[in-house]
């Protein structure tokens, strides 16, 4: 529905001098083109569709106090019509009585029309303080117009604002009502409920919150109109808060996100559990082996500290079930957090076994690239002629006695084998003097 504008000012000076013929009959018509786009605005007013609900409404708070003030200036209003159409009423007939009016007739109208002959009635004392003037007070037609246009601005303000409000919010509660019942319903087929899960909580506070928001808003529009911050004296200038509204949206919004991952969790459950199965048996797999080969290197490497092995996760397995469970009983808001610390603990757990298994065989290791290296400088004096050197036959037999027997001192087998790579070493060199000179 469109929002009448304010009434039109009159024109004119109280102490100009008397009109003549043709003045009061343009002043006459001009008033008259007032007086119906007045008429026109207070009856809009009064059919307005905000108007016509807060009667009806069951108001509190801010909003039944400024409907009370509201209705007693439209009944203002309509007394100082009134008195504006009496007034004309009055022109107009002293007019038509003569085709010439006399200099009398001429000095009466010109009061009526320019001077304060407005009385205004004593049904105005009823309108709000310091808005209406007091019983008995005379004003100019153009003074008259000017206290209605404020009443009126006023009036419409109040309405337009309440209208405003009770247009967007109610039903922005009522979508929003909508999608939570069925966001409700979702998580509840998985295991979302009140008392078992926050979110199924929060989907409680939500909707006692959309209740209580939506009978405030029916009941005290106007405590949720924010003003124009322009400064604006046009009436209806500001917007709905919905600040309200929007973190409830918000909270809905995350609320769905969380219902949408357990729902993921429960298309996606056995491949994860199947995937959780195999980490930790191979991190089972590895601890076993890595305890086994702490054994052989405790019986085969001697004056070696050799770090404990321990046995597989009891909490991971038994989470592991839990999950399980979960998985069998349809719990599915449960297993996604359980699902999600066991994925990241399970790989954890892998790391450990496998650097486990690294630590206890780190001397087997050292041993086996010892012997590495004293079978290579073998190999290399034998290529060069002096692998007969009575030192360096005795120095690898030590070296390699050492290696090959158990427990191997693994540091006193790197002395022999450097002492064996020192031998073969200045042996090479010797040679390739010898081989030097010969030629």
């Known amino acids: 529905m469109g929002v009448p504008g304010p009434f039109p000012g009159s ?3 109280p102490d100009a001098p008397a009109l003549d013929r043709e003045e009061v009959d343009r002043a006459l018509a001009r008033l008259g083109a007032e007086y119906e786009a007045i008429e ?5 007013l009064q059919d307005h569709a905000g108007r016509r609900l807060l009667e009806g409404a069951d108001l509190s708070g801010t909003t039944k106090e400024r409907w009370a003030a509201t209705e007693r200036s439209i009944t203002v209003l309509w007394s100082l019509f009134d008195a504006y159409t009496a007034v004309l009423t009055a022109a107009r007939e002293l007019r038509a009585r003569r085709r010439w009016p006399s200099v009398e007739d001429l000095a009466e109208l010109t009061g009526l029309l320019r001077g304060g002959e407005v009385t205004v009635p004593g049904a105005a004392a ?14 100019s037609l153009e003074g008259l117009v000017e206290r209605m246009n404020g009443l009126y601005a006023r009036s419409l303000d109040v309405i337009v604002a309440a209208d405003a409000v009770w247009s967007a919010l109610p039903a922005r509660i009522d979508l929003l009502a909508a999608e939570l019942q069925r966001t409700r319903s979702l998580a509840h087929s998985v295991g979302v409920r009140p008392g078992e899960h926050p979110a199924g909580d929060d989907l409680e506070r939500i909707t006692d919150e959309l209740v209580r928001l939506r009978a405030q808003v029916i009941a005290d529009p106007l405590a949720f109109w924010v003003s124009s911050s322009t400064g604006s ?6 917007r709905p808060d919905t600040a309200r509204y929007d973190r409830a949206a918000r909270a809905l919004e995350e609320i769905r996100r969380e219902v949408a991952a357990v729902l993921d969790v429960r298309q996606d459950a056995e491949r994860r559990l199947m995937v959780l199965r195999d980490v930790l048996s191979r991190a089972d797999r590895t601890l076993t082996e890595a305890r086994q080969a702490r054994g052989e290197v ?18 991971l397995h038994e989470q592991l079930a839990a999950a399980a469970e979960y998985r069998r009983r349809a719990q599915w808001h449960r297993l996604s957090p359980l699902l999600d610390s066991l994925e ?3 790989e954890d757990e892998l790391q450990r076994a496998r650097e486990s298994l690294t630590a206890v065989t780190a001397p087997l290791a050292v041993r086996a690239e010892l ?5 290579a400088y073998r190999a290399r004096v034998a290529r060069h002629g002096p692998a007969e050197d009575p030192l360096l036959v005795e120095r690898y037999d030590v070296a390699r006695r050492m290696l090959w027997s158990a427990p191997c001192d693994l540091r006193a087998a790197e002395q022999a084998v450097w002492r064996y790579q020192e031998a073969a070493a200045e042996a090479l060199a010797l040679e390739q003097v010898d081989g030097k000179g010969e030629s």
């Open 126 to 139: 009823g309108g709000p303080e310091g808005e209406v003037p007091a019983p008995g007070e005379r004003f």
């Open 298 to 315: 405790l019986a085969k490497i001697a004056a070696s500290e050799v770090p404990a092995v321990s046995g597989p996760s009891t909490v």
């Open 371 to 375: 012997r590495g290296r004293l079978d």
């Open 344 to 346: 990241e603990r399970a």
């Open 11 to 13: 024109a004119g000076r």
């Open 40 to 44: 026109t605005s207070l009856l809009a």
């Open 233 to 238: 004296s046009a009436p209806g200038g500001g």
